[in-house]
């Protein structure tokens, strides 16, 4: 069994979204037993699938950086149900993030968004969560800057909705100072949300004729990625296995 793991969000366009998600990787493998489960915010909360499953799992986050809910409390959430079933076998896969599938799976958004390469009046805004665990915010950072050295737009900054920086006030005035006459979005983000709707807020605040690309979403290429995720824990040497 694949069992995946998302964050969960109070707007529950992320949840239809990550639940489309999952049916893409059930249409890749239709022999294959997929749930969806979430932190928090959202249901069917994880541990309480967790704790229900029958035989071996899978577990596969759906995060895209190794920050405090991969490291914390999936491994929490999976102690406490091994407490009450020491039976249980349980394997984690390692997070979404880093991997090129990510980054093509955001500029074809931006693309869809009528915002492609060598437009050097566009400054691409590279939204993201934020988080308290700076590797994932430098992972961010890295990724708009390989960007602005290739992808030919007047420049590309991070900006972070919460927990860390820069916030988006700075990243639109970086790109305007470096020569940005037009404001593209592009949202490190897998679904809708709060944290994202926050940064586009502001962003249409600063920038009113903004260009929002969509979130990565539903994405074919993500189906795979989660089912590569899923099959290198299972193939895993068995001291890979949660215990």
Same mark, same amino acid.
């Given at each position: 069994?694949? /069992?995946?793991?998302? =964050?969960?969000?109070?707007?529950?366009?992320?949840?239809?979204?990550?639940?489309?998600?999952?049916?893409?990787?059930?249409?890749?493998?239709?022999?294959?037993?997929?749930?969806? +489960?979430?932190?928090?915010? +959202?249901?069917?909360?994880? &541990?309480?699938?967790?704790?229900?499953?029958?035989?071996?799992?899978?577990?596969?986050?759906? #995060?895209?950086?190794?920050?405090? =809910?991969?490291?914390?409390?999936?491994?929490?959430?999976?102690?406490?149900?091994?407490?009450?079933?020491?039976?249980?076998?349980?394997?984690?896969?390692?997070?979404?993030?880093?991997?090129?599938?990510?980054?093509? +799976?955001?500029?074809?958004? #931006?693309?869809?968004?009528?915002?492609?390469?060598?437009?050097?009046?566009?400054?691409?805004?590279?939204?993201?969560?934020?988080?308290? =665990?700076?590797?994932?915010?430098?992972?961010?950072?890295?990724?708009?800057?390989?960007?602005?050295? +290739?992808?030919?737009?007047?420049?590309?900054?991070?900006?972070?909705?919460?927990?860390?920086?820069?916030? %988006?006030?700075?990243?639109?005035? $970086? #790109?305007?100072?470096?020569?940005?006459? $037009?404001?593209?979005?592009?949202?490190?983000?897998?679904?809708?949300? #709060?944290?994202?709707?926050? %940064?586009?807020?502001?962003?249409?605040? /600063?920038?009113?004729?903004?260009?929002?690309?969509?979130?990565? &979403?539903?994405?074919?290429? /993500?189906?795979?990625?989660?089912? $590569?995720?899923?099959?290198?824990?299972?193939?895993?040497?068995? $001291?890979?296995?949660?215990?």
């Amino acid at each position: 069994m694949l /069992l995946a793991v998302a =964050h969960g969000s109070r707007d529950p366009r992320s949840a239809a979204t990550i639940s489309t998600l999952m049916d893409v990787v059930r249409t890749l493998r239709p022999d294959l037993e997929v749930r969806l +489960s979430f932190l928090e915010l +959202s249901a069917p909360r994880f &541990g309480e699938v967790l704790s229900r499953v029958d035989g071996p799992v899978t577990v596969v986050p759906l #995060l895209l950086s190794h920050a405090y =809910h991969a490291g914390v409390d999936v491994p929490g959430s999976i102690e406490a149900v091994r407490r009450g079933r020491p039976e249980v076998d349980v394997r984690v896969a390692e997070v979404l993030g880093p991997d090129p599938v990510l980054e093509s +799976s955001v500029l074809r958004r #931006l693309a869809e968004a009528e915002v492609g390469p060598r437009e050097p009046d566009t400054g691409v805004v590279l939204a993201a969560a934020g988080s308290a =665990h700076e590797p994932a915010n430098a992972l961010v950072r890295d990724i708009a800057s390989r960007w602005a050295a +290739s992808g030919g737009w007047a420049g590309v900054e991070p900006a972070f909705a919460a927990a860390a920086d820069p916030a %988006v006030d700075v990243a639109v005035e $970086r #790109l305007r100072a470096a020569g940005a006459r $037009r404001i593209a979005v592009a949202p490190w983000f897998l679904a809708p949300g #709060l944290l994202l709707t926050r %940064v586009v807020d502001r962003v249409r605040d /600063l920038a009113p004729d903004a260009t929002i690309a969509a979130p990565i &979403g539903a994405d074919i290429e /993500l189906a795979q990625l989660v089912l $590569r995720r899923f099959h290198a824990a299972e193939c895993a040497p068995p $001291r890979r296995r949660y215990a």
